[in-house]
């Protein structure tokens, strides 16, 4: 849940500490999150990124061997990285939260972190309740 005049990027390494308490295989992310330091971040937790690189993206380390891999690996097969990383899971998600924010508009009501976060999940679970009983 960020503004929607911050950048992405930045963001990785609060929002990956905010879910310690998970174990991720697989982060998914778009181009916005190329950078050496999101590739890094995502190793630390043991998972594997699922970050698409930019076209020009050149295969030095410089820092981040995480991502010299996904470069080596997007420019062999393309297609067999997607399918190893399973970057259509990416596609669903998106498709759950603009559903969300058609349902329920794009914007919370609550002012405090701790209410948007209540309000995000009383807002999944309405979601959840409109949608599967069909």
């Not at 930045?10 to 590739?39: H, T, V």
């Not at 030095?60 to 995480?66: C, D, F, L, R, V």
């Not at 010299?68 to 420019?75: H, N, S, T």
Request: charged letters at 25%; glycine letters at 4%; one cysteine or more.
């Amino acid at each position: 849940m960020t503004t929607g005049s911050s950048h992405d990027a930045p963001l990785l390494k609060p929002i990956i500490n905010q879910m310690k308490w998970m174990k991720f295989e697989i982060i998914l992310a778009d181009k916005g999150y190329d950078s050496r330091e999101c590739f890094n971040e995502i190793a630390k937790q043991q998972a594997i990124p699922g970050i698409p690189v930019r076209k020009n993206a050149t295969p030095h380390a410089k820092g981040s061997y995480p991502r010299k891999k996904a470069v080596i690996a997007q420019r062999e097969n393309y297609e067999e990285w997607k399918t190893h990383v399973q970057f259509q899971m990416r596609c669903i998600v998106e498709c759950i939260f603009s559903g969300l924010k058609r349902r329920f508009g794009e914007y919370f009501f609550s002012r405090t972190d701790q209410n948007r976060t209540i309000e995000m999940w009383l807002r999944t679970i309405m979601w959840n309740v409109l949608i599967y009983p069909r």
